[in-house]
């Protein structure tokens, strides 16, 4: 599978050469070349797999990953092959409903079929100009300090600019750059699948609602037409590369539930362990890493695939500006200092759900503590926008607690902020009617509104929707511009004194 937008130039010694390679085609990989394309970077995927996973595990898409979504104009497309639940009972599977008045304009998690926001998130970067290779391994590189030289398993070598894992939790990439992955190895897996079952529905709902209240990581919800997703703890440790039987199921459902409940006919099986790892950089020289390359952990609380798709938003924007040479001096080191921590407290979250989930007396006992503060809104609120992503402030220093956090999708003039990002630009959004992106123009947009649901007179945006600075002072303006968007163009600079209107989506400028 390829894309016909670009062709790469052959260099000087005989390789391909493209701005960036990804290793992984998963939705981080995918997600992170839809988001260089707006930039016009050319980028090449190289998936291992000849064909994307075949089995149909549903996974859940958070609140800050809809609404990342929404600012490139994907939500819409997205959000059709899926379906939409409550927000709530997502930390370590407590029910209790969200708190009124989640900041957020899609308060929801969305449950997606993987190979389909696989499938949709690559279209969209072929769509975009990327190339994708499936059945293409890579098994090596050398870097130097113009690029990086690849090497696939047909022998094949290829030369980019960067080269970025999002190869997975064994991630190759990771493991040639010498990049240490410490944490902790499994000590528990668990067993997940997709089956038709023989025992009556009634018998299913009562039996699992007895065991559920000791055994967190058991059930069996109906899936439609006969069919249950089935979750079972696992006899021990396993090689996960190897797949459960169907009489794994079994043999586990009767030691836990004292019937196998007449599976059969699977869909899918698979196995899942609590391996926590956390990469020791994120970036050394022009080799850098993304989603499981650079974390694992248990999908307690469905954060997994939120944070790789996360990740690919923060490193996009600043890798290509790099590329384009528009890029300050210590913008792409910014990507490690912003989500190393996000992926500490991930780490953090997970370790603290999984103790919530053991059947032990202790865990139990905290669990029944835990769920009855989460009875005060401000502790249900912290723990959702905690798994949901919507809590993160990144430090850019002191300020308004507003500073460093994203900005929720207000109402602008003539429709929604979020509308207005699609082109993966800067943005300012200015109340005051006075201020100006001046020499800046050409990678970050003005909006002057007065009207806009802001209580402050300023705000200028990165790419990524997180808040770079508030105010009404031209000068610091400016200083700002340059911390995150480099040095002016000097050709703009005729610009300056007036303001430049934020494009449409759709719109192409002139």
Not at 338 to 347: K, S
Not at 441 to 459: I, N
Request: include cysteine; charged fraction near 25%.
């Amino acid at each position: 599978m390829g894309s016909p937008q670009f062709t790469p130039a052959p260099s000087s010694n005989g390789t391909v050469d493209f701005d960036v390679i990804i290793a992984g085609c998963g939705p981080t990989g995918a997600m992170l070349a839809a988001e260089l394309r707006l930039h016009d970077v050319r980028v090449l995927l190289l998936e291992k797999e000849t064909e994307p996973a075949s089995y149909v595990r549903i996974v859940g898409l958070h609140m800050r990953s809809l609404e990342l979504l929404a600012m490139r104009g994907l939500l819409d497309r997205v959000r059709a092959h899926g379906r939409q639940r409550p927000a709530g009972g997502f930390f370590a599977a407590i029910n209790k409903p969200a708190p009124q008045g989640l900041d957020s304009a899609h308060p929801y998690l969305l449950g997606i079929p993987q190979p389909v926001i696989v499938d949709l998130l690559e279209d969209h970067a072929i769509q975009r100009g990327a190339q994708v290779r499936r059945g293409c391994a890579v098994t090596g590189f050398q870097q130097d300090d113009e690029g990086v030289t690849v090497e696939t398993a047909d022998g094949e070598q290829l030369r980019a600019r960067y080269l970025v894992g999002c190869d997975g939790g064994r991630s190759t990439v990771r493991k040639l750059l010498g990049v240490g992955f410490p944490g902790e190895p499994s000590r528990t897996d668990t067993l997940m699948g997709e089956m038709e079952v023989g025992a009556p529905q009634e018998e299913i709902a009562a039996r699992t609602a007895e065991l559920r209240a000791i055994h967190h990581r058991f059930w069996l919800r109906p899936f439609g037409a006969g069919v249950y997703s089935v979750v079972v703890p696992a006899a021990g440790v396993a090689d996960r590369s190897v797949p459960p039987t169907l009489e794994d199921f079994r043999r586990q459902l009767r030691a836990v539930a004292g019937t196998d409940f007449g599976v059969h006919s699977p869909r899918w099986l698979s196995r899942f362990g609590d391996a926590t790892r956390l990469a020791e950089r994120y970036r050394v020289g022009r080799v850098l890493l993304a989603g499981d390359a650079a974390h694992i952990h248990p999908p307690v609380g469905g954060q997994g695939l939120n944070l790789g798709v996360q990740d690919a938003f923060n490193l996009g924007w600043k890798l290509a500006a790099q590329i384009r040479g528009r890029a300050p001096e210590t913008l792409l080191d910014t990507y490690q200092a912003e989500r190393h921590p996000v992926a500490e407290d991930v780490l953090d979250n997970t370790r603290a759900q999984m103790e919530l989930l053991s059947p032990e007396p202790g865990p139990r006992a905290v669990r029944r503590l835990l769920t009855e503060l989460m009875d005060f809104d401000e502790v249900n609120r912290h723990l959702i926008e905690k798994i949901t992503a919507i809590g993160i402030r990144y430090d850019f220093g002191e300020g308004p607690d507003l500073l460093g956090r994203r900005m929720r999708n207000i109402d602008v003039q003539g429709g929604r902020l979020h509308d207005l990002l699609h082109r993966g630009r800067g943005l300012l959004l200015d109340r005051t009617e006075r201020l100006t992106v001046g020499a800046w123009s050409d990678r970050v947009d003005h909006l002057a509104d007065p009207t806009a649901a802001l209580d402050v007179p300023g705000v200028l945006l990165r790419p990524d929707g997180h808040v770079a600075w508030i105010g009404d002072d031209q000068r610091e303006l400016d200083s700002h511009l340059s911390r995150w968007f480099g040095r002016p163009a000097i050709r703009h600079e005729a610009r300056a004194m007036g303001p430049h209107v934020a494009q449409r989506p759709g719109h192409r400028p002139q």
